[in-house]
């Protein structure tokens, strides 16, 4: 899988626009959920994969792969995983639309 990288084309940019780069990046299949299990603690490969109901071995290990190229989640040398400052920026950046998404859910559900 191809690295995210700004200035370097991605789905949706020829350009590598960052908002592309980076929309690019999360919406690969488990990305998100990556990012939401390493939101509190860091955690090894194993307890990673295992709060990731489904996702294959290989999967984890190129999701992980690209999030840290792009500097969003660090291996340590315990063999953990956890956010970067960049990567607890992000969550927090994404904070205005998970509490948009709650709003939407919950009038989706009002309506039967």
Do not use: N
Not at 42 to 53: I, K, M, P, V
């Amino acid at each position: 899988m191809k690295q995210a990288k700004v200035g370097v084309a991605a789905r949706g940019s020829r350009t590598g626009r960052p908002i592309m780069v980076l929309l690019d990046a999360l919406g690969r299949r488990w990305a998100l959920r990556v990012l939401w299990e390493l939101r509190d603690e860091s955690l090894g490969f194993r307890a990673l994969r295992e709060r990731c109901d489904g996702m294959s071995s290989s999967v984890l290990r190129d999701r992980l792969g690209e999030l840290v190229g792009a500097g969003i989640v660090a291996a340590g040398d315990d063999g953990r995983y956890g956010l970067t400052d960049d990567g607890r920026g992000l969550l927090v950046a994404l904070t205005p639309l998970s509490r948009w998404a709650e709003d939407w859910g919950r009038d989706r559900s009002d309506r039967g």
